[in-house]
């Protein structure tokens, strides 16, 4: 029977090894093989910081490391002497030690700059030691500090290019800061090819120019130009001074290849006729510059390259192409669409103004006296002998008699009208009279309550008209304001999921607000992918921790569309207790708690008017709108006041259900509380309990509704119901709840909450109302 022990260790040396096979793949071999070439590379024939520069740039892992290490010693015993490829080994060997202790073993933070200056000092040292063993001079000292200087910068520099050799690759769209890593690692490799020859040939400026072509194409004329004066510069700094009028032949071929032309033919003839020019220039002047033909060479290798290679070794090098046709045609699609919300937006809030002024107009009674008085004058004046006398000679005084009679109106214990002694005196059918006036004024009464209503539903109805229309125009300008879109990093993230095969449609980026930029991603619903490789490709992309916010949503043409943010700086617990009405099996209150997709914790409580089903209705559909709204990516400012249109449909006087909610910022703390005919809110705190009162002013302004505050780690919010205050004072006076909470030592959001309601049915002595405590702990 073998021994279980041998087993074991048997299966771990074979999942090593197996994890050892899979680090060997086709980018960290091209790797392994550039370190060679790189060892080749020098300045002045002494410094040597390329490959090492590349070698901490790169990022190699696992059974990579070693191997670069041993092509970059093949190439220095090669190419170099004794002390140079046993000071880089060393080098190298003393910088794998320190990143396992710094990084791993102390747990320091590490990034592209942090590892090259470490190599930085690494490489001084041993460049010191290096000119020890062979009799340290001022010499060595300048050469080391040179020496890691250059290391320290080449390593920042070649970092974006790393990409290239890592084994889960990404193509992505034009990035300057990635170009200018890329033309750096390929000057270094032309410098490390100078005198490898192929027919006479310099391989370097062969690749040299190769890169020009390949950046021309792709980016156009002035990074072909700019390129090509690099490449240029690179060469002719080793065959000076003969050679100077070199970045200017590669600048002007590289301009030329660039022009927006067709075909691949069209611009390798535009480069070939560049380099045919000059070369005939250097025949004519009767001195042969080989690097014109080096330079034909290259043109010719373009021409007759495979379209796919071509294609590439442009996504490769310059990028993927950018979209500006497509970016165009949807900025004008966007113009003209918030050009007619704009429209529509105007229309809506000129009808809103025109049915407020008219329901004003009309709630005017100063015309209710001659109405009334008119009506009785002509069911009982008309037929009195006395009419003429009264109304034709002496027309002001009885309409002022008349009129003063109305506006006293008084009644008896019986409930009718009392008639005036002056008024029996003045009429001769003063019964008849006020018997009328009972009539018309029990008429007028009712009339005015119906007029009362109908203006108003015309309040409302205009109310929400300015709702809508102020909401299309708040709509029409973010589709304006570009100011936080990013167009370059848009077309980089969307490039990237296309060559990772994910159907996205669209990405907006959205960095308005610079504490908590977002993006979302929009694709089609019946598209099926794993999420969490959209998740890297923003990660990678947007080079920070950007985190997938809640669930994908659906928008007006049936895409679906999920957001990103940055990990918010706070968490949140949440605490819930919850008890019945005394002897119902219904309650009245309902509540909620989400994530919003600004990253703000949502809570809220709402009280349905009345008892029983009805009321739970009532609160059920309004905690429900709140959620939807939310979910849907509607402000929560916005969702507010469309819920209230809800809530005030039988008038502002007559709300269906009370609305405590409360949004807690988790990037920074700040809370900000919404309360309409709600109970009051606590903030538990270090320095003790503070009270959120609610505001039942005279004015129905928001802002009348609105509390801000700010808490920290620790920190709690406690919501409740109207029920939860009953049961702690008669009174409504708040101090005693206050003290209670005050009085609970926990760091558990639950454990509070239960602690409340367990002390609020104790003191209700089990006649109780709807009970509810949401408790939320910011940590």
């Known amino acids: 029977m073998e021994n279980i022990f041998a087993l074991k260790g048997e299966k771990k040396w074979t999942k090593l090894i197996s994890t050892w096979l899979q680090d060997i793949t086709v980018p960290r071999i091209a790797a392994w093989i550039v370190c060679f070439i790189l060892s080749r590379a020098n300045f002045f024939g002494v410094i040597k910081p390329f490959a090492t520069a590349f070698y901490v740039s790169a990022g190699f892992t696992g059974i990579s490391k070693l191997f670069a290490i041993v092509s970059i010693t093949a190439g220095n015993l090669m190419f170099s002497n004794f002390y140079e490829s046993s000071r880089q080994a060393l080098a190298l060997l003393l910088y794998e030690a320190f990143s396992r202790l710094i990084y791993i073993n102390l747990n320091r933070k590490e990034t592209p700059v942090n590892r090259a200056a470490l190599m930085g000092t690494i490489t001084c040292f041993t460049g010191i030691l290096r000119g020890t063993m062979q009799g340290f001079g001022l010499y060595d000292l300048v050469v080391s500090i040179l020496l890691s200087c250059l290391v320290f910068s080449l390593a920042v520099i070649l970092e974006p290019a790393s990409g290239l050799f890592q084994n889960s690759r990404r193509k992505v769209a034009y990035s300057g800061r990635v170009l200018f890593s890329k033309a750096a690692l390929i000057c270094a490799l032309v410098i490390s090819l100078k005198g490898i020859a192929i027919w006479e040939c310099e391989v370097g400026t062969i690749l040299a120019g190769l890169s020009v072509l390949l950046v021309a194409r792709r980016m156009g004329s002035a990074y072909g130009a700019c390129t090509g004066a690099l490449m240029g510069l690179v060469i002719a700094l080793y065959d000076i001074p003969s050679s100077m009028e070199i970045p200017g032949m590669m600048a002007l071929a590289g301009a030329a290849a660039g022009l927006p032309v067709r075909t691949r033919t069209m611009s390798s003839i535009l480069w070939l006729l560049v380099s045919i020019f000059f070369s005939g220039l250097s025949v004519l002047e009767g001195k042969l510059v080989l690097i014109y033909y080096e330079a034909l060479l290259s043109g010719i290798i373009f021409l007759i390259m495979p379209n796919s290679l071509v294609n590439l070794l442009c ?132 009339e005015s309550i119906w007029r009362e209503k109908i203006n108003e539903s015309r309040l409302m109805l205009a109310k929400h008209a300015s709702l809508v229309s102020g909401s299309i125009m708040s709509a029409a300008r973010s589709l304006l304001d570009t100011s936080g879109r990013n167009i370059e990093l848009e077309e ?65 043409m049936g895409y679906s569309v999920v957001r990103y943010m940055k990990p ?46 009805r009321a739970e209705r009532y609160s059920r559909t309004a905690i429900q709108m709140l959620e939807n709204l939310i979910e849907d990516g509607i402000e929560l400012g916005h969702a507010i006041r469309i819920l209230n249109l809800y809530l005030d449909i039988r008038g502002k006087n007559e709300r269906l259900a009370t609305m405590d909610i409360c949004s807690l910022d988790l990037s920074n703390g700040s809370v900000s509380f919404y309360k309409y005919d709600a109970a009051p809110s606590f903030i538990k705190g270090p320095h003790g309990v503070s009270i959120i009162n609610n505001d039942n002013g005279s004015t129905q302004d928001q802002s009348s509704h609105y509390k801000p505050a700010v808490i920290g780690s620790g920190d709690f919010v406690i919501m409740i119901s109207d029920g939860i205050m009953e049961a702690f004072s008669d009174e409504g006076e708040v101090s005693a709840l206050q003290w ?40």
Not at 496 to 512: C, E, K, L, Q
Not at 742 to 768: F, K, M, P, W
Request: glycine share 6%.
């Open 315 to 446: 996504d490769e090098i310059a990028g993927l192409k950018a979209r500006d046709q497509g970016r165009n045609l949807e900025l004008g699609q966007i113009h003209e669409a918030a050009d007619r919300l704009f429209v529509l937006s105007k229309a809506l809030s000129r009808a809103a103004m025109n049915i407020e002024e008219t329901a004003l107009d009309e709630s005017d009674e100063s015309s209710a006296a001659q109405w009334i008085s008119e009506m009785v004058s002509e069911k009982v004046c008309s037929y009195c002998s006395l009419c003429y006398k009264c109304w034709r000679v002496n027309f002001v005084k009885t309409y002022k008699m008349v009129e003063k009679a109305i506006s006293d109106i008084k009644t008896d214990e019986t409930g009718r009208l009392e008639i005036p002694a002056w008024f029996k005196q003045a009429c001769a059918k003063y019964d008849k009279f006020f018997d009328t006036l009972g009539t018309v004024y029990s008429i007028y009464k009712t």
């Open 492 to 556: 980089a993230l969307l490039d990237a999921a296309a060559s990772s095969g994910i159907p996205v449609t669209n990405f907006r980026y959205n960095g308005r607000q610079e504490s908590k930029p977002y993006i979302e991603a929009v694709f089609e619903g019946k598209n099926k992918f794993a999420f969490n490789e959209l998740d890297e490709i923003v990660k990678e992309v947007l080079q920070s921790k950007f985190v997938r916010v809640g669930e994908s949503r659906r928008d007006m």
């Open 568 to 613: 918010p700086r706070y968490k949140t617990a949440t605490g819930v207790a919850r008890a019945n009405k005394s002897g119902s099996s219904v309650s009245g209150d309902n509540l909620t708690f989400l994530i919003s997709g600004d990253g703000c914790h949502i809570s809220a409580i709402s009280d349905g008017k009345g008892s029983g089903s």
């Open 740 to 779: 209670f909470i005050e009085s609970i030592d926990t760091v558990n959001a639950q454990y509070l909450a239960d602690t409340i309601l367990e002390e609020a049915i104790t003191r209700s002595n089990g006649n109780h109302d709807d009970l509810t405590v949401l408790v939320t702990r910011l940590w």
